[in-house]
């Protein structure tokens, strides 16, 4: 007995104008899984920014899910750690489908979506109505330590709900399967998980020349950059330190900002001016839309993209940076770890300035290194990124997802 | 409120802050006190931790009897979880072998027509 028709999926995601990454990545992804799928989108975005996922897509609210879930074959939920979320959250209590799973921790997205349902999931989780860690957790949410947050990464009714998980690296299956050993709950089957790369297009990258004189950035300068939010996680102070030890040798290196820096940050231009870089480091702010940001990074000789503590997230910026040819510096830690070698430069997860210094002055010193590991970078995007091969292992996923439960026994 | 620790009544000390004199003020209020209001206002004073001691034995109660409330909902959370993946799973196989049904059915009628 066989069933070709195509399915009919339901897409639960954020979408533009919602600022988020995962709107991003789902927009990139649609016009793909569209040759596999029939799609229905479900977003609280109003009417969509792009007019192409607007022509091309049928696109209701999330609450009208509880009216036509019926209609589908299956859910697939886009779910990251933001409020972004909050009506899929609460869809995926009583409508449980295919989650893709962008960071297997849910804290932040959870507590300001709704600071009692999050209560609620954190003692799903616990098992117990623990108001005192309860209390700790709540301090710790407030301090951003997310070490003491990953003992409970939140994602405990996902797991116990879901048909299947998407995740896009090692780290964060292992997170996944890590809580699901620890849950004290007792299930009868467990989803099925699968690592599928993060979708990037290799954009047309513009000619650095014709990029900097667009930010009115010198010619002839070595330009390191650090793009997208800038939070402390990704430790833009010590990457600052470790500039200024590269003043003596290259006096002619500049520091980039590409991206909105939080307020949680702090004030970086005080602190570069107290290292003697007032004049060194430039500030662009949020950079809109993605064209100007790929301009930007363009603009720039090397990427520093370093994570203090990882949650399991890929980097959309560090794909974006590889795609357009540029070597990155990351920490190997999580998803960043699993980069090969040669696509990129990893400093050690507790490593600090000397060894930031000392990798950023053997990149500044070699242009053919930069060279090498920016190609290499970008045909790595291009084989393992492309978004027609993640669509397709997507509907890989959905199918077997689909087959798996449609002629099981009940 | 901390219902561990409701604190009991105590009868007033009429202090007095005057200098020198303060000690005598303090106990011709306290004999004053004495010989007109002590009895009853002991009195109530008893009856007054009583009744707090019942309040506060109440509260406790009812604060366990959140917390098993409250444990027993956990546990109903759970279960839903788990009765939504079911009834998610059944949609998913009422829908499969209601396609599969059409689909026989159009080769079945594919074929006399043939």
């Known amino acids: ?410 | 409120m901390d219902t561990q620790r409701l604190p009991l009544l105590r009868e007033h000390d009429f202090p007095s802050s005057v200098p020198l004199v303060g000690p005598l003020i303090r106990l011709v209020r306290r004999f004053l006190y004495w010989l007109t209001a002590k009895w009853a206002v002991w009195f109530l004073i008893q009856q007054q931790n009583q009744i707090n001691q019942i309040i506060g034995n109440w509260l406790r109660e009812q604060e366990s009897l959140l917390r098993e409330q409250e444990s027993l909902l956990i546990d109903l959370n759970r279960d839903l979880t788990l009765l939504a993946r079911t009834v998610a799973e059944i949609e998913i196989r009422q829908r499969y072998l209601a396609k599969s049904v059409e689909a026989n059915r159009a080769a079945d009628q594919t074929k006399r027509d043939a």
């Open chain 1, 1 to 410: 007995m066989l069933v070709t028709d195509r399915l009919s999926i339901a897409c639960i995601s954020p979408l533009n104008p919602l600022r988020s990454g995962i709107s991003d990545y789902t927009e990139t992804l649609l016009p793909f899984l569209a040759e596999f799928f029939d799609l229905t989108l479900y977003s609280d975005c109003g009417v969509p920014a792009n007019p192409l996922i607007a022509e091309q897509f049928p696109v209701y609210p999330v609450s009208d899910l509880y009216k036509h879930h019926l209609r589908h074959d299956l859910r697939l939920y886009q779910i990251g750690n933001s409020p972004h979320h909050q009506s899929a959250f609460e869809a995926l209590r009583t409508l449980p489908g295919v989650i893709v799973l962008h960071e297997p921790f849910l804290h932040h997205g959870l507590y300001y979506s709704s600071p009692l349902h999050y209560r609620r999931e954190l003692f799903y989780e616990l098992g117990i109505p623990d108001w005192a860690r309860l209390k700790y957790m709540e301090q710790a949410l407030m301090n951003d330590d997310r070490q003491a947050l990953m003992d409970i990464p939140m994602i405990g009714r996902i797991v116990d709900s879901s048909l299947g998980i998407l995740v896009h690296s090692q780290a964060a299956r292992r997170i996944v399967e890590t809580r699901r050993a620890k849950s004290a709950f007792c299930r009868p089957r467990l989803p099925k998980i699968m690592v599928v790369a993060q979708p990037m297009s290799v954009p047309d990258s513009d000619e650095m020349p014709e990029c900097r004189a667009r930010f009115g950035l010198p010619q002839d300068a070595l330009i390191f950059g650090m793009a997208g939010f800038i939070h402390p996680v990704k430790e833009p102070y010590l990457v600052l330190q470790a500039f200024a030890h590269l003043q003596a040798d290259f006096p002619q290196a500049m520091f980039l900002f590409a991206g909105e820096i939080l307020q949680e940050t702090g004030d970086l231009l005080t602190f570069a001016r107290d290292l003697g870089l007032g004049d060194k480091v430039i500030i662009l702010g949020r950079v809109e839309p993605l064209e100007r940001l790929h301009q930007a990074i363009s603009a720039c000789d090397v990427i520093l993209n370093l994570r203090r503590a990882t949650i399991g997230e890929t980097s959309a910026i560090a794909l974006r940076a590889m795609a357009l040819g540029k070597p990155i510096i990351v920490r190997n830690i999580g998803w960043f770890g699993e980069l090969p070698d040669e696509t990129c430069v990893k400093i050690g997860p507790e490593d600090g300035v000397e060894e930031l210094a000392a990798v950023m002055k053997a990149l500044a010193t070699s242009p053919e290194m930069r060279l090498r590991l920016g190609q290499e970078a970008q045909r790595y995007v291009e084989r393992e990124c492309d978004p027609r091969r993640v669509a397709h292992q997507y509907a890989e996923f959905l199918w077997d997802v689909y087959l798996s439960i449609g002629q099981s026994r009940v």
